[in-house]
Every structure is written in structure tokens, then in C-alpha cells.
């Protein structure tokens, strides 16, 4: 099935950097969905934005819907070892409809 | 906070033999649930969406009668993978929403299925 096209596949980055991760669709979402996986366990959801432009933040994360409901990225800033997992995005045409997924950003945080 | 249960975590059973995967919503009604099936490092790929008291819709590609879907009420739905075989290893996680919940999507822990 269609997939979203995540950037990128995969981080190495020192702990108390910034990461910044992003999607991006060829059609239009009217829900954006960001969530953490790690080993052996489902996906927690993070942040869900519902209109385009909007920017919400959970903590040390940010997350945009953009203008053209095509992309959204999510910022994580400070970043610490408890970080590190999956990232997906997942994007919903409509408000009860089936979720398609990005591929995924694995962080890796080095103390 | 909505809360799926999804049992049991981890099953290693004999090629041929069927296996059956339970995903329950504890706090609220799942008008919908959907099944998912992860290979190592990749995506979630949807596999089929099914509604409580009709008929899953499977998606392309994926066998209804080797994925048996049951969502017989509004808090259990079930997997069942009949006639297993080593392909079918994977991790398969589900997820619920209800009426109430137009956010994201909730998900189970996930199975690791192990097909000897």
C-alpha cells in the first residue's frame, strides 16, 4: 500500500542535540500523527495535528501540519538517551479513517 | 486514557498449526479496529480493517481465509492465522478507535509470532 515518505531512515546523534524529522505526502491529509516505537512494543502516539499551519508542541517535541497538507515534521530538542527508538508519521484522510505510515527515522542517542 | 490489551506478546508455534491473537479495548467501546503486521526494521503495513458485526475489508494482497478476522464485539477483535507458516513470522499489533475518538489511533503491544 502507499507509504509516506519519511526522512531520514536513521540518526546518530549526541545526546543534547536537536533532531528534526519530516514527511511528506504526493496527496493530501487532513490528519497528521506522529509516533514512537520501540523494541517489541506498539506505537505511542506523540502529537496529532488537525489543521494545516498548526504547530503543537509535547514537551521537548514540536510537531507542524503544513500549509499544503502534503508534509509535516516533527523537532525533538534537547535530546536524551531515553529518546531513542522509531519515529513514524502517519497521515489520515479522514477523521475515522485507516492510518497510512511513514517508514520510519530510528534515533540512536549517544550519551 | 484509552487503554488495548493485545495477548499474548510472544508465540512460537509448529508450521501447519493455527494461532489466534486477541486485541481488546479495557476502557471504551472499538467500533473499529485494524490489524497491522511489522517485519524487523520496516513499517507498519495495514493488513485489514474490521468493524464490529461485519466483515473485516482486508487489504490488496492480503488472504482473508489465511488471516481470519473476528470483531464480535465492541471490546474484542482476533487474529487468527490459520495454517501457519515460517512467512508468517512477524509482529502483529492492532489498534482501536471509538466513537469518541477522532485523535490518533491507540495500539496494542504488538505479537511476535514465531512460525518453527
Known amino acids: 500500500g502507499q507509504q509516506l515518505n519519511q526522512s531520514p531512515q536513521s540518526m546518530f546523534i549526541q545526546e543534547g542535540e536537536d533532531v528534526s524529522m519530516n514527511c511528506t505526502s504526493s496527496?493530501?491529509?487532513?490528519?497528521w500523527l506522529w509516533y514512537k516505537q520501540e523494541p517489541g512494543e506498539g506505537p505511542v502516539l506523540l502529537i496529532a495535528?488537525?489543521?494545516?499551519?498548526e504547530l503543537t508542541s509535547n514537551g521537548r517535541l514540536t510537531a507542524q501540519f503544513g500549509i499544503t497538507r502534503k508534509d509535516s515534521f516533527l523537532n525533538i530538542s534537547a535530546s536524551i538517551p531515553s529518546d531513542v527508538g522509531i519515529y513514524f508519521c502517519?497521515?489520515?484522510?479522514?477523521?475515522?479513517?485507516?492510518?497510512?505510515f511513514g517508514q520510519g527515522t530510528i534515533l540512536t542517542v549517544h550519551p | 486514557g484509552a487503554v488495548v490489551s493485545q495477548h499474548p506478546s510472544r508465540v512460537i508455534c509448529k508450521s501447519g498449526t493455527s494461532v489466534k491473537i486477541e486485541c481488546r479495548s479495557l476502557?471504551?467501546?472499538?467500533?473499529?479496529m485494524f490489524w497491522y503486521r511489522q517485519f524487523p526494521k520496516q513499517s507498519l503495513m495495514l493488513m485489514a480493517t474490521?468493524?464490529?458485526?461485519?466483515?473485516?475489508?482486508?487489504e490488496q494482497g492480503v488472504e482473508k481465509d489465511k488471516f481470519l478476522i473476528n470483531h464480535a464485539s465492541l471490546t474484542l477483535s482476533t487474529l487468527t492465522v490459520t495454517s501457519a507458516h515460517p512467512e508468517d513470522s512477524s509482529f502483529y499489533i492492532c489498534?482501536?478507535?471509538?466513537?469518541?475518538?477522532?485523535?490518533?489511533?491507540?495500539f496494542g503491544s504488538g505479537t511476535r509470532l514465531t512460525v518453527v
Open positions: 489498534s482501536a478507535r471509538g466513537n469518541a475518538t477522532a485523535s490518533g489511533y491507540t
Open positions: 496527496s493530501i491529509f487532513n490528519t
Open positions: 495535528l488537525y489543521k494545516a499551519g
Open positions: 502517519a497521515g489520515r484522510r479522514t477523521s475515522y479513517g485507516k492510518l497510512t
Open positions: 476502557d471504551f467501546q472499538a467500533t473499529t
Open positions: 474490521s468493524n464490529e458485526g461485519s466483515k473485516a475489508t482486508y
